[in-house]
């Protein structure tokens, strides 16, 4: 099974902002996240990798092609790997939302919740988790592919592996512009690295 490099998108207006950017069209990177793109490609210029995906959303997509052109691949757009649907919490500032009683829920027992509008976090894991397996099912045992996404889907993605409760996956961090690495070799996956930034380098195993 391949290793899965989960990057998160660098900065844009939204996140700098304290909003909740959701799947809003016409998010792109800052001048910082465009650097934290540029910072990560240059990390990953000696990973030998076989393919590069990415969410449909454009802070994403503008993450993966430097990464992409440095490695003389195409970005390919994976659905499944798109941000959670917040529904009515689209647009809105962090600030405003955490003085709702569902702010708790979201914090503590994140199973129990489901975005006004949107999906829950249990749906969100499903979908993300079933992308992924997707993908490793498209590439060979010693593969290393790179899937660029969002913070709460990547942290999802990392407590399935890892078999962590859900109500557990915001105790792990994911900071923008950085690199978690999983090893999802059978019958067993591992967590090899967590939230890395840049500069970094990764050794590949032989």
Known sequence: MPLLLLIRH????YLKN???AGR???IHLNERGRQQAEALAQALASVPLAAIYSSPLERAIETAEPIARLHRLEVQIEAGLIESDVGAWQGRSWKAL???KAWNLVQQAPSRFRFPGGESFIEMQVRVVTALEQIVGR???KDVVACVFHADPIKLAVAHYLGLPLDHFQRLGCDPGSATVIDVGSPRCALVKLNLLPPFELRMAD
Request: no cysteine.
């Open 10 to 13: 660098g900065e844009n207006d």
């Open 18 to 20: 304290h909003k909740a």
């Open 24 to 26: 809003l069209p016409g």
């Open 98 to 100: 955490s003085r709702l």
């Open 139 to 141: 590439h060979k045992a």
